[in-house]
């Protein structure tokens, strides 16, 4: 289940005009919480916006980083053509099944695949498949700034590169939280990002953010 649930009267009137789940994603998010998996998934919104993302540019292939339950991976996969595919690439075995199957259930196994390891040990065998058109990083924080340059290595000109989670809670600019880990590679990918020649960048202001950039 997402995090995301305390809204006010406008973000719920969103929520439930523009960007509610429907019994399938609905069940997927029932399953996960049944299956012990953190509560940490993005929210409708978030995946509506990769829904729209992906249909507006007509993406093909997609990565992953941080498949969590496949909550995010449904959003993207109902959006793809019936000869896309998706990559997803989780570290923890048990969340990597669950994802299988509920990807499965959907519809989605033909075009969809899970890698199961510490994505900086995946993503060099990923070469083969690139570039991607979409890549969506959701994982540990800490690494952010090198899942960056493993997207623009992967990248070709139009490529979108996300990354979820930019706000960190507020803690990016809390000054009392810099040592912390994830928020130090938060910051540098942000920082990277939005410094980067190669890229067109902006944050896209759900609740905790998303970084947004396309490549030149």
């Not at 929520?15 to 997927?28: C, G, I, S, V, Y």
């Not at 049944?34 to 007509?58: W, Y």
């Not at 997803?88 to 199957?101: I, P, Q, V, Y």
């Amino acid at each position: 289940m997402s995090q995301l649930s305390n809204l006010s009267p406008y973000e719920q009137f969103l929520r439930d005009t523009f960007h509610a789940d429907d019994p399938a994603l609905e069940q997927l998010q029932v399953q996960a919480e049944k299956a012990g998996l953190p509560a940490i998934s993005i929210g409708p919104e978030q995946g509506k916006f990769l829904q729209v993302l992906i249909q507006l540019t007509g993406a093909r292939k997609v990565l992953e980083i941080g498949c969590l339950g496949g909550y995010s991976g449904a959003w993207m996969a109902r959006a793809l053509p019936a000869d896309g595919k998706l990559i997803g690439l989780e570290l923890d075995e048990k969340h990597a099944a669950f994802t299988r199957g509920q990807w499965a259930s959907l519809g989605f196994d033909g075009k969809t695949e899970v890698r199961v390891g510490p994505a900086l040990e995946t993503l060099p065998g990923l070469a083969d498949e690139a570039p991607f058109d979409l890549i969506f990083i959701d994982a540990d924080k800490n690494n952010y700034p090198a899942y960056l340059e493993w997207a623009l290595r992967y990248s070709r000109p139009g490529t979108v590169i996300l990354g979820d989670n930019v706000s960190m809670g507020g803690g990016l600019v809390d000054p009392d939280r810099q040592q912390n880990g994830g928020i130090r590679g938060m910051r540098n990918f942000a920082e990277q990002m939005g410094r980067d020649e190669r890229l067109v960048s902006t944050v896209i202001p759900y609740p905790d953010g998303i970084a947004m950039a396309v490549v030149k």
